[in-house]
Nanobody, 124 residues
Framework: VQLQASGGGLVQAGGSLRLSCAAP????????MGWFRQAPGKERAFVAA????????YYADSVQGRFTISRDTAKNMLYLQMSSLNSEDTAMYYC??????????????????WGQGTQVTVSS
């Protein structure tokens, strides 16, 4: 089942956006969910992840303090609240799930159920 990310768009530098991701309906099969992004000509990069329980959150250094990842388990939804956006945040954003935790949680190759992503463009 592919996850569907939404909420992207064009925003001015310093602005905010909230991305949403419809999570799998199955309650087994993953231990965490994450957000990744990929800019043209660059590799897919870790943004943030959250344990299935919601108790632990992980962030890339570049977004720490500006982005917040959260889950609504009742609605099976994943969110990424982004603020103080800058041009370096321009990328396609993807959500996915993983069965690993700890150090592997930042590695996109450990994730599955990738969808088409949602484009975020920050204008300066």
């Amino acid at each position: 089942v592919q996850l569907q990310a939404s909420g992207g768009g064009l925003v001015q530098a310093g602005g905010s956006l909230r991305l949403s991701c419809a999570a799998p309906g199955r309650t087994d099969g993953f231990s965490a969910m994450g957000w990744f992004r990929q800019a043209p000509g660059k590799e897919r990069a870790f943004v943030a992840a959250i344990r299935r329980s919601g108790g632990y959150k992980y962030y890339a250094d570049s977004v720490q303090g500006r982005f917040t990842i959260s889950r609504d388990t009742a609605k099976n939804m994943l969110y990424l609240q982004m603020s103080s956006l800058n041009s370096e945040d321009t990328a396609m954003y993807y959500c996915a799930v993983t069965n690993v935790v700890l150090s592997g949680i930042r590695d996109w190759t450990n994730y599955k159920n990738w969808g088409q992503g949602t484009q975020v463009t920050v204008s300066s």
